[in-house]
């Protein structure tokens, strides 16, 4: 009984070093990964015109690391090469343009970004849930629950949009 003891908190402490290794490792390599495709495109964007998808793709890096302005500076350039045959591409950049403003609390110019999206596809569930969670940081609740039912109307599987419209169903039938 006294020697299994010290083996068995061993044991456990060696399972739980593996454990916490393996997440280690993966968040390494994830962040590599990404850093790796940062570089590589921004050598290549500043050196030549890149394509609508390598915009959209360096901002999304730029906003997954919270540098807000930059994403908004790359997804606008992506805008200016805008035209007829890749229009199936906006309604994402657009959508992430107003997330963008969103994070600074620019709610005008976030629904402005989000509403385009909307002229361009809508059907684009995405951009309904964020224009409503804009709209209930504005205290806007009545365009908030149209958004969403909007949202509901295209996706009736929606969880987010199911959950917040229900929450400002109440909101408006308690005011």
Do not use: C, W
Not at 48 to 70: C, F, M, P, R
Not at 144 to 172: I, P, Q, W
């Amino acid at each position: 009984m006294d020697k299994t003891l010290p083996v068995l908190y061993l044991l456990i402490l060696l399972i739980l070093l593996s454990i916490t290794s393996i997440f280690v490792i993966r968040q390494i390599t994830k962040t590599r990964k990404t850093e790796d495709q940062l570089s590589k495109l921004k050598n290549k964007l500043t050196k030549e015109q890149g394509t609508v998808d390598e915009y959209y793709q360096l901002a999304s890096i730029y906003l997954e690391k919270k540098l807000y302005v930059n994403a908004i500076e790359l997804l606008k350039k992506a805008l200016k090469l805008k035209d007829e045959e890749n229009l199936e591409d906006f309604p994402k950049i657009y959508n992430a343009l107003g997330f963008a403003y969103f994070i600074q609390e620019q709610y005008d110019i976030a629904i402005r970004q989000y509403k385009e999206a909307l002229k361009i596809d809508a059907e684009y569930v995405t951009a309904y849930n964020n224009l409503g969670h804009v709209y209930e940081k504005k205290k806007l609740t009545a365009q908030a629950l149209e958004a969403y039912e909007s949202a509901l109307k295209y996706d009736s599987n929606n969880d987010t949009a199911k959950r917040r419209a229900e929450s400002m169903k109440k909101r408006l039938t308690t005011s």
